[in-house]
């Protein structure tokens, strides 16, 4: 019976020892790794094999190649941090979902532009509230491109997150997020929803999920309770993709 270490790919196990010896201080910030030769001949695999376990550090963020002078150690990248809005605000486990509205949006010139649709143009729109306990704890609105023949569940519209409406939704394939993250001050509207004072300052995430070329497949715009919502990020600067 194989064992599970042979079950792992060699240029894996290769990443993964380098890696190790950076996250334990062997390896510093600017060293040089053992040249492809070296590392064939101390696994003894190809370079080919070597090649693809160093290109696996590169996308990690973990070394840098210089061409003509090898692969160096870079300094971890401390600045770069992963949010993860499923499990911000609230434990996942508290949350409810109240779905508020889904309309058909015709022709309406701002939700064109964000959609980079033209001509005649059709966007759903869903509003749903989530809650900690019984207090609402924000407001979420989602713009959507109309597809024919693609309906949504209504389960789905409650309780899906916006990258897995997207995706349900969609017939091109979701390849980047983009957010940002600012402050506003509350409308009446979003204050009677959330039931705060008006005009009190609130957190604003505002998602854009894109295809290929920059085509945009949907948005969502989340108010947040100053008061019942955090925004947590970890940074995991050794970690990438290993």
Do not use: W
Not at 84 to 110: A, F
């Amino acid at each position: 019976m194989r064992s599970r270490e042979n079950l792992i790919p060699v240029y894996y196990r290769l990443a993964d020892d380098i890696k190790q010896q950076i996250e334990a201080g062997v390896l510093k910030d600017g060293d040089l790794i053992p040249t492809e030769a070296q590392l064939g001949e101390q696994y003894a695999i190809s370079r080919m094999t070597v090649r693809q376990g160093i290109a696996l550090l590169a996308e990690a963020g973990l070394i840098a190649t210089v061409k003509g002078k090898g692969s160096f150690v870079t300094r971890p990248r401390l600045n770069q941090l992963v949010i993860d809005l499923t499990n911000s605000g609230v434990s996942k486990e508290q949350l409810r979902y109240k779905l508020v509205s889904v309309n058909l949006i015709r022709n309406n010139l701002e939700l064109a532009h964000e959609l980079g649709l033209s001509g005649e143009t059709n966007v759903i729109a869903v509003k749903r509230l989530l809650f900690k306990d019984q207090l609402p704890v924000a407001i979420e609105e989602k713009f959507l491109r109309y597809q024919k023949g693609k309906p949504l569940l209504e389960t789905q519209l409650e309780y899906a997150d916006f990258p897995e409406l997207v995706a349900k939704h969609q017939d091109s394939v979701p390849v980047r997020n983009d957010m940002v993250i600012s402050v506003a001050v509350l409308s009446a509207e979003q204050a009677k929803l959330l039931e705060a004072e008006e005009v009190l300052p609130a957190l604003v995430v505002k998602q854009v999920i894109y295809a290929k070329e920059d085509k945009p497949l949907g948005v969502s715009i989340m108010v947040c309770h100053k008061d019942r919502f955090e925004l947590k990020a970890t940074s995991y600067p050794l970690s990438g993709r290993l």
